[in-house]
């Protein structure tokens, strides 16, 4: 009797220790940031402002940007942003060439053709 109420009790703990009781908690999604790169003609270098802050950088050679085109991030070509609106600024050689504000979403590459 003694060996059935062990073997009863160990079947009821191995049952019971193997449900899974409790909550479990998945964290998946993109990061909240965007990016924005500069694209020209020809490879050059230039200064952008963005909101106050100052970036040396050269631009990404290509004749025309399609938007399905992989631009390889770099530090040397791309400036990661919050979400939302930023004021842009680009100088190339004393002269400023582009000044707009822009809106980047979550995730957003923006690619400035200059």
Do not use: W
């Not at 908690?25 to 952008?48: H, L, M, P, Q, Y």
């Not at 100052?54 to 919050?82: E, V």
């Amino acid at each position: 009797m003694k060996k059935l109420l062990s073997i009863l009790v160990t079947l009821v703990a191995i049952s019971l220790s193997s449900c899974a009781v409790g909550s479990y908690s998945v964290v998946s999604g993109s990061a909240d940031e965007a990016a924005v790169c500069f694209t020209a003609n020809k490879r050059c270098d230039i200064v952008v402002i963005v909101d106050d802050v100052t970036y040396n950088m050269k631009t990404i050679k290509y004749k025309t940007y399609k938007s399905k085109r992989n631009i390889k991030k770099t530090a040397n070509n791309q400036i990661t942003l919050t979400p939302g609106r930023h004021e842009v600024v680009v100088i190339k050689d004393g002269a400023e060439i582009y000044n707009h504000e822009i809106f980047v979403s979550a995730t957003d590459l923006k690619v400035i053709e200059l």
